[in-house]
């Protein structure tokens, strides 16, 4: 039961704790939170195994003994162990698609629009490294992985390719980009700059700045772009 001091609302004068509560409705939403910890406890979990080995670090019994649950437990959740890397892939896909940052762009230049989507990788590497680790190697796991995971991540390059050479068509049209390039190379030559830096830091994570990286590939960009 909670009580009146620690409810969210005061209660209304002469109204009783028992008249605006039903027990019947807090245990699903309870077993719901307890659900929604556990998947993503065991969500991370397998992150944390991709990071240290790899696909192949991940099985059930290491996944739930990293989370601190049963093998039961993850197998009722999702299956198997290509359920769990399923959910593990559309919560990154997700997360980190530049789709997510899209809406910032409303009204801004085609340039602008250029310099939102790279800008915003670069600071949201910034702060969160670990999760954009968790992608790439993911990415590259892709490459040798099975046909699905290779297909998926194919279709999310296109799509930032896509979008990138629509942002700069439309700079063209409002005359933030020069009209000598050619979008469709310009968006291809972005997405593997901001994907090239990536493989360096996986590469040597000490003696390379992906930040700083992203940083430079954004002042580059801008000038790239910048009409003559």
Do not use: C
Request: net charge neutral; charged share 30%; proline share 4%.
């Amino acid at each position: 039961m909670v009580s009146s001091s620690s409810a969210p609302f005061p209660l209304a004068e002469g109204e009783s704790e028992a008249s605006g509560h039903d027990d019947r409705q807090e245990r699903p939403n309870k077993q719901k939170l307890r659900n929604e910890r556990s998947t993503n406890a065991l969500i991370e979990a397998a992150a944390e195994l991709i990071i240290e080995g790899g696909l192949d670090a991940v099985t059930l019994v290491a996944v739930g003994d990293r989370a601190g649950y049963s093998r039961g437990l993850v197998t009722a959740r999702f299956g198997n162990k290509d359920g769990l890397i399923d959910a593990l892939i559309d919560r990154y896909i997700t997360g980190w698609s530049h789709k997510n940052v899209l809406p910032r762009t409303k009204g801004a230049s085609g340039r602008d629009s250029v310099v939102i989507l790279i800008d915003a990788i670069r600071s949201q590497l910034a702060k969160d490294p670990r999760a954009l680790r968790v992608l790439y190697v993911l990415m590259f796991e892709a490459i040798s992985g099975d046909d699905d995971l290779r297909r998926r991540f194919a279709r999310f390059h296109a799509a930032f390719r896509a979008d990138f050479a629509a942002a700069l068509k439309r700079g063209q049209r409002d005359g933030s980009v020069r009209l000598d390039i050619d979008p469709e190379k310009e968006g291809a030559f972005l997405v593997g700059s901001i994907r090239g830096a990536g493989y360096q830091w996986l590469l040597d994570p000490q003696g390379y700045d992906p930040v700083a990286s992203l940083a430079y590939i954004l002042d580059v960009a801008e000038e790239r772009l910048t009409q003559r």
